[in-house]
């Protein structure tokens, strides 16, 4: 079974430019997640799809962050423009269904790893 | 209060020891708990899922205990191999997980 692919495995830019992250989730699971993970901590949730319905962005920092799940397949998130405390990993993950159903077992990509400089 | 707390550690143990950690969590209305290991710089995978009445998975024992707010994670035996960061994962309502910041685990030989 293929995982959750995710592109560039890393990006390094410098502030206040603009950078994008692709996801591709195992196939038929229909909810998506975006994670931030900063060195040290747990991953923080950014945004959560259910299909290419938007289910919690209550920790997306809406002035420069976005997300789209097109089609309820593929997703991409934008940080536009980026800060030096964007500096983190951002994870992919997906699940067959959504917390609370019994299938939310959390697949995760192999992160993109960002720079801000 | 955090919603999801964890000791940071790191547990620095010997081979062969056994080791033991908690989380705690703030929402009394919690269904689902789960425990991941994520080894230094990969992703998280989902170690096991902690039920009512306690579970175990070869050396590892997940338990359970609503009426304090935490559950645990046992690592009887420790290998080498074992060395990683738990995350305590924890339903806030029937749609959102919430992750620990991690419990460092060090085996030495």
């Known amino acids: 079974e293929a995982g959750v692919a995710q592109s560039p495995r890393y990006k390094i830019i410098e502030k206040r430019q603009s950078v994008a992250f692709w996801c591709n989730p195992i196939?038929?699971?229909?909810?998506l997640y975006w994670y931030q993970q900063i060195l040290g901590q747990g991953p923080k949730l950014l945004i959560q799809?259910?299909?290419?319905?938007?289910?919690?962005d209550s920790q997306l920092p809406k002035d420069r962050f976005s997300a789209e799940r097109l089609k309820g397949v593929d997703s991409t998130l934008k940080i536009q423009p980026a800060k030096l405390e964007d500096s983190a990993v951002y994870l992919c993950?997906?699940?067959?269904?959504?917390?609370?159903?019994?299938?939310?077992?959390?697949?995760f990509g192999s992160g993109t790893q960002l720079s801000v400089l | 209060r955090k919603e999801v707390e964890q000791d940071p550690g790191p547990f620095n143990v010997p081979e062969g020891a056994t080791v033991a950690f908690n989380c705690t969590y703030s929402?009394?209305?919690?269904?689902?708990f789960f425990w991941y290991r994520q080894d230094c710089r990969k992703e998280p995978k989902l170690l096991m899922s902690?039920?009512?009445s306690g579970n175990e998975d070869g050396r590892f024992t997940a338990q359970l205990n609503r009426a304090s707010q935490y559950i645990s994670l046992l690592i009887r035996d420790s290998k080498l191999s074992d060395s990683a960061t738990y995350l305590c994962v924890v339903s806030l309502n029937d749609y959102k997980l919430s992750f620990g910041a991690g419990t460092t685990v060090t085996v030495r030989a």
């Open positions: 196939s038929g699971h229909a909810t």
């Open positions: 799809f259910q299909n290419n319905g938007v289910v919690d």
């Open positions: 902690v039920y009512s």
């Open positions: 993950a997906s699940s067959l269904a959504p917390p609370g159903s019994g299938n939310e077992k959390l697949f």
């Open positions: 929402n009394s209305a919690s269904q689902s």
